[in-house]
């Protein structure tokens, strides 16, 4: 197996086609230089395979060598040896995985630097001060990400080198102060690790490719991955490519340039740039940045090469790209590409206006492809409802929306404001990877430094989250604030909107933002290419949900939970009423008043959708849940005593009590011990639906029984339902009869109970706990969390259907179901039916349709048409 490949290497494939051996970036890189033939400095990729051989056994045996042989091949192109004490060749070692993860695993520059080859470096630049910074910067950053010190026992001295020097800038601190902080940043080294600073080249390399191998398995990788649903036996491909200087001198520079704005899709310049700097100096946003238009008038040579540059990358790529760059005293070189991570608005807008490109030319079908639920969920987003504001400060707006919360200064506290239930927003100079878990936990995030493609911005719009960054005007002083003389106390509010750059004190009124019109535009397209294959209905209870799903797009009611019209303030009394009833007068009188409650419920929804089918689950839950707590009952006769209403309650819960109510008296069970409960349910939906029909209307009512194990007692329960259809004498209104599928037996048995249904709705929710042996509500917060941190489990199955065991039982209830009765209409009504990963996996089964929330309804419109592309092929 051959671990390593010059970036010039002559694969049987176009490169950018082999990200999973080469990474994201090497895919790249090797395209630039063999297929485009851009200005890239030369080097080789070490795969994908190494890092999974290496981080399961080891380093691997042949890589030394391979290493060595195309290190030896990069010298003779360059001229120069890794390290010499006369010229040096110096490296960059960067990771790169097949997924875009900015930031989070390592990097290493001006490898090859030590006490010898400085001296060549400085006399072949002519360059003492330049020298001596690179490496300053080396020791720095090979101490912290291979040797495991600090960075702020580094930060910390150079701050105070600048502060005595009086420089603004790193370019002003000078070449006597920086051979003082080489000798002091090596001191730092021996005192946190014993040992020397390493000062032979090809120990430096693997000790840095080791770094990067192991950044992987980072806490900070890992967190960006589970958020990001990247698979974790993936490994990450390693870069070494020779050095190039933008902090050479004034001639030199460096950037992150964008073909098209990331945050609206506008077309034209965009991106960030630095004079006499390296490329860590803007994506780190540990300096202010000046727009790339400014290039234009800096180094207008260059601003047309990169130009055309970008034009080239734009067409060859069919999409828009993110580069970094560098300048050399006044040559450019491409250091990187890769497809641009954008906002939800930027994303929907390019999809479309790329559909009109003729140099692009995408169809409907790629353009629906390159959507995703987070685009969808982000142009969402809720915005300051007024306008007129006091603004505090100002920074740039980096990732769209606006968000309230308490102010927080670091990751761990943010984190742990968030597990007190409180609404965080966390306050930087600039965030580096080691705070993600911190931003994870915010609604927003705020930085006083950096730019547009800094750490924060880049990764609060891969995540939606609403961000501002380099907000200059404010000066972080431990745990507060200070913005144009007022001070913000860690714990205080604030507000930030996340488009405009906007800095509020206090909490701001949101209101719903409103989505640009190519939302529907693509919305549209994927339902023409999903119609009449795969339906999304909504989950909803009452008549507003209905008609606010309806205008979501949704075809129908996929699950109403009759339960839910049960807990209304005005309905509980009567359904204990019900329920404490000992005779059978006392019951029938108590199930007369819920019928007429609940027909006034039911002829809501059915006119909310109007033509379309709705699925009315009958009751579900056990009774002792419409019934007071035993404890707060029993503490209460201890202590104060009982009326007789109370007493009779307290009764009444110790008997319907269970020690299991998850696998007890539920479902249609509770339909065998009260058929009468049933009864009145289905007369109630009929008697709306017929109201609805003599008004013209047309009613399409699907009644589910919940929980059935076997065909006898789904055939029970559809004598039931039959016999309140015939004794209402409906005419006209078409009525189907099924069942929820949601334990394991049931999806085994599913071809006899077939024999009794006429459509199936899978209840994935319970069929995960019931898989699993799971209980939901006990092990979603730390057994789950654990769980999915020791790679026990892939992701979490009550967000993300199993694709073994759940995923399986539902194949097979689908198969078999269908087998005995070919016409089975199959539906899904767990959560699992707006998640876009699980909706792949149901529409490759065959259902029929989906359900989910109204407000996830957009995000499963798109993710069933993407399914059916993706069945195609």
């Not at 420089?167 to 080294?189: H, N």
């Not at 169809?363 to 987003?381: F, G």
């Not at 404490?580 to 008043?593: F, G, K």
């Not at 097979?812 to 699980?838: F, N, Q, V, W």
Request: aromatic share 6%; hydrophobic share 40%.
């Amino acid at each position: 197996m051959q671990y390593v490949f010059g970036f010039d290497h002559e694969h049987s494939q176009p490169p950018m086609e082999l990200k999973d051996l080469l990474g994201g970036k090497g895919a790249n890189l090797a395209e630039m230089t063999s297929v485009l033939k851009l200005p890239v400095p030369h080097g080789f990729t070490i795969t994908t395979d190494a890092c999974r051989e290496y981080l399961g056994s080891g380093w691997p045996e042949d890589l030394t060598d391979e290493v060595a042989e195309a290190l030896a091949v990069l010298e003779v192109k360059m001229g120069k040896k890794l390290g010499d004490a006369l010229d040096p060749l110096l490296v960059s070692v960067r990771s790169g995985a097949k997924f875009s993860m900015p930031g989070m695993m390592d990097t290493v520059l001006n490898l090859g630097l030590n006490d010898r080859s400085v001296e060549g470096l400085a006399a072949q630049t002519n360059d003492l001060r330049f020298a001596y910074d690179s490496y300053r910067r080396f020791i720095s950053m090979y101490g912290r990400i291979v040797l495991g010190v600090p960075g702020e026992d580094f930060d910390a001295l150079y701050e105070a080198a600048k502060e005595l020097s009086n420089a603004s800038t790193d370019a002003e601190v000078p070449p006597e102060l920086l051979k003082y902080l080489i000798s002091a940043f090596k001191d730092i080294v021996k005192r946190h690790t014993g040992k020397p600073f390493p000062q032979k080249p090809m120990a430096q390399l693997k000790g840095a490719i080791e770094a990067v191998f192991n950044s992987w398995n980072g806490q900070r990788a890992i967190a960006y991955r589970q958020r990001d649903g990247i698979p974790n036996d993936l490994g990450t491909a390693v870069n070494v490519q020779s050095m190039v200087f933008g902090n050479r001198d004034d001639r030199s520079g460096t950037g992150v340039g964008f073909t098209r704005d990331p945050a609206t899709g506008e077309k034209g310049c965009y991106g960030d740039f630095m004079v006499n700097a390296q490329g860590e100096d803007v994506v780190a946003g540990v300096r202010n940045t000046q727009p790339l238009s400014a290039l234009e008038t800096l180094f207008p040579d260059v601003y047309r090469e990169l130009m055309a540059i970008f034009d080239r990358l734009e067409a060859h790529y069919r999409d828009m790209c993110d580069t970094e760059f560098t300048i050399e005293r006044g040559k450019l070189w491409m250091l990187q590409t890769r497809v641009g991570k954008r906002t939800g608005v930027a994303a929907l807008r390019m999809a479309v206006d790329m559909t009109e490109d003729p140099k692009i030319a995408l169809t409907k079908e790629e353009a629906v492809l390159r959507i995703t639920a987070d685009h969808l969920d982000s142009v969402l987003h809720p915005q300051f409802a007024s306008k007129d504001l006091k603004v505090v400060a100002r920074g740039l707006g980096a990732s769209p929306g606006a968000a309230v919360g308490k102010v927080y200064f670091n990751a761990d506290d943010a984190i742990a404001a968030k597990e007190r239930g409180e609404k965080v927003i966390l306050v930087r100079k600039e965030t580096s990877p080691e705070d993600v878990h911190g931003m994870l936990s915010s609604e927003g995030v705020l930085t006083s430094r950096g730019g547009l493609v800094s750490h924060a911005a880049v990764v609060a719009r891969g995540w939606g989250k609403p961000a501002v960054v380099g907000a200059d005007a404010i000066r972080i002083v431990g745990r507060t604030f200070i913005a144009n003389g007022m001070t913000v106390v860690e714990g205080d509010e604030i507000s930030i909107d996340g488009s405009s750059g906007d800095i509020v004190l206090g909490a701001v009124e949101l209101t719903s933002s409103t989505p640009p019109p190519e939302f529907e535009t693509i919305l549209k397209w994927a339902d023409e290419i999903r119609f009449g294959k795969v339906s999304v209905r909504a989950n909803a209870d009452n008549g507003p949900d209905a008609a606010n799903a309806r205008a979501f797009g949704a075809e129908g009611i996929g699950l109403c939970r009759t339960e839910h019209m049960f807990l209304a303030e005005d309905r509980l009394p009567i359904v204990r009423k019900m329920i404490l009833a000992d005779a059978r007068d006392d019951e029938l009188e108590a199930l007369e008043e819920l019928r007429a409650v609940q027909k006034d419920d039911f002829k809501q929804i059915l006119e909310a959708m109007d033509g379309l089918p709705v699925t009315v689950r009958l009751l579900d839950p056990p009774l002792h849940e419409f019934l007071p707590d035993t404890l707060d009952l029993s503490i209460k006769e201890a202590t104060m005593g009982l009326t007789p209403e109370e007493a009779a309650l307290f009764s009444a819960a110790k008997a319907w009590k269970e020690v299991n109510p998850m696998l007890g008296t539920r479902g249609v069970r509770l339909g065998v011990i009260k058929p009468g409960l049933y009864a009145m349910q289905v007369k109630a939906l009929l008697q709306a639906a017929g109201e609805l029909k003599r008004k013209g209307k047309n009613p399409i009512v699907e009644i589910m029984v919940p929980l059935t194990v076997a065909r006898e007692e789904l055939l029970l329960a559809r004598s039931w339902i039959q016999d309140a259809i015939d004794a209402q004498k409906i005419k006209g209104v078409e009525i189907t009869i099924g069942t929820m599928i949601e334990t394991p037996r049931a999806a085994i048995c599913a071809d006899e109970i077939a024999e009794g249904a006429d459509f199936f709705s899978f209840g994935t929710n319970d069929l995960t706990q019931m898989t699993f042996g799971f209980s939901r509500d006990d092990v979603e917060g730390r057994l789950m969390a654990i769980y999915i941190d020791l790679g026990l489990l892939p992701a979490n199955p009550f967000k993300t259907l199993d694709p073994v065991g759940v995923a399986e039982l539902v194949k097979m209830g689908i198969d078999r179901g269908r087998r005995t009765k070919p016409t089975l209409k199959i539906g899904i009504c767990g959560e699992h039916g707006g998640d876009p990963a699980s909706i792949e996996i149901f529409v490759h089964a065959g259902v029929d349709y989906v359900s989910c929330s109204p407000f996830r309804i957009p995000i499963a419109r798109l993710a069933a048409a993407q399914a059916v592309l993706r069945s195609k092929k």
